[in-house]
């Protein structure tokens, strides 16, 4: 098969193409296989709300379910047993991958459940457990970058399992998670583990902060609070990206980090850009992709996104390095109208939970249904 012209131009430009979706239906059809041959799709991100889409449609899951429910399995036993099995799949169809880029990609995330977002403890335990039933080298284990989840990220870290940080919205929150990341290295590296197997991105999450401002601009409504509609995402991710390369990229803050890659190869924390979807039909489709072009980044695409990008989207190498002065004065404007920044990024965060225990429910709900179905009750 032969690789989408702009998907194989966005992986060259040094974007890893990970798909922000996963289902029973996509790994046994061949489309996870499909969408690796023919748009460069070199890994996959999961969470709360696409199981529940998942686990919610259709009959995929039946069997399994009938299964469950005649062992007298409960539902969070059987949601853990469900998903950690998908999982489990989509990293034996991403195991080629993950060889071939020695470790950095072919990764295959799950998250904690997020009723722990605030359970440092409850966080690292389950952490360990989903690392230890899934079983596979290429194994992402997600953790929001609550105020608990950074102790719980170097902890982590800290017995040699690789993580990938979500919900991060601010820049000031992304540097303390690359903090929390060299914390647990310099420990696993004392621990005696291999540090250099230990991967990890952060998760910067990009269009729900457009969301979020453009609703405050409008309700301000002068021209220029107006003007400033549709930038906020793109610039908070171009100094998440110089924040990045302050500390991973030759920066002045490097030296943590140079000191524990020549001691035990550290691999740098890949910024990712998350919900990168776009949500307002006036903004271009694809410029959570085009604006965001950078070396060493993971961009995680929506089918609908990749598939934009896949029949139209112009690749630019480098196009959001080098732009912080630039991303500064977009967020110095936004002061000056009357956007509060740490509100906003503070209710994303508690929204972003909140959406994510709201759909954890739903598949609680949806789950206990088809197992009491199931069983007869």
Known sequence: MTQNTNTAALSAAGVSVWLDDLSRDRIKSGNL???????????VTTNPTI??????????????VNELAARGADVDSAIRTITTDDVRAACDVFADVFAASKGVDGRVSIEVDPRLAFDTDGTVAQAIELWKIVDRPNLFI???????????????????????????????RYVAVMGAYLDGLRNALTAGHDIAKIQSVASFFVSRVDTEIDKRLEAIGTPEALALRGKAGIANAHLAYAAYQDVFDGGKHTDVFAKLASAGGANKQRALWASTGVKNPEYSDVMYVTELVAPDTVNTLPEKTLEAVADHAE????????????????????????????????????????????SWQELLVATTEKLQVAGGN
Do not use: C, M, W
């Open 33 to 43: 296989q499909g969408l690796i041959d023919t748009r460069n799709v070199v890994g």
């Open 51 to 64: 199981f529940q889409g998942a686990l919610s449609k259709g009959h995929a899951y039946d069997e399994q």
């Open 142 to 172: 997600k953790i929001p970058a609550t105020e608990a989840g950074l102790p719980a990220i170097t902890r982590v870290i800290s017995e040699g399992i690789s993580v990938n940080v979500t919900l991060i919205f601010s820049v000031q």
């Open 315 to 358: 690749i630019v190498p480098n196009a959001a390095v080098g732009k912080a002065t630039e991303a500064q004065a977009i967020f110095d404007q936004l002061v000056s109208v009357g956007i509060d920044l740490n509100d906003v990024f503070g209710v994303l965060e508690t929204e972003g939970v909140d959406k994510f225990v709201a």
